[in-house]
């Protein structure tokens, strides 16, 4: 999980020590068991933490996260594949989604008309 300035509660779940789980920082480096706190330098945050779990074997990534997170991702370049959900339901005003400059590679129909679009970047389908 990816908390820069430790803001998230104790109390949640993440930190229940009931599974593995490493908590990127710009503050401490701590190790609880289960619960590691690794602290990462700030100027090259993302790509710190990509090399962190790199040297620890980590062979796959998946990243859930707000809008500014997903562009960090998407602008560095630090991604294969991106799945989204598109629904057909309106939910008012909000945060506009980051752009995808990679290649549709599919599109499924889902219930109540939503769609799941994937995209991969270009490098990754040897283009």
Not at 89 to 116: Q, Y
Request: proline share 2%; with cysteine.
């Amino acid at each position: 999980m990816l908390d820069r300035n430790l803001r998230l509660k104790s109390d949640l779940h993440l930190f229940d020590h009931s599974l593995p789980t490493i908590c990127y920082n710009l503050v401490k480096d701590q190790d609880e068991g289960n619960l590691a706190f690794v602290k990462v330098e700030g100027e090259k945050y993302l790509e710190n933490i990509l090399t962190d779990l790199y040297q620890k074997a980590v062979q796959s990534v998946l990243v859930e996260g707000g809008s500014q997170l997903m562009h960090e991702f998407i602008s560095q370049g630090y991604w294969d594949e991106i799945r989204v959900f598109k629904s057909t339901k309106i939910f008012g005003e909000g945060i506009v989604a980051p752009r995808i400059s990679g290649m549709l590679v599919s599109e499924t129909e889902l219930p109540e008309g939503d769609r799941l679009l994937v995209y991969q970047q270009e490098e990754i389908l040897n283009i």
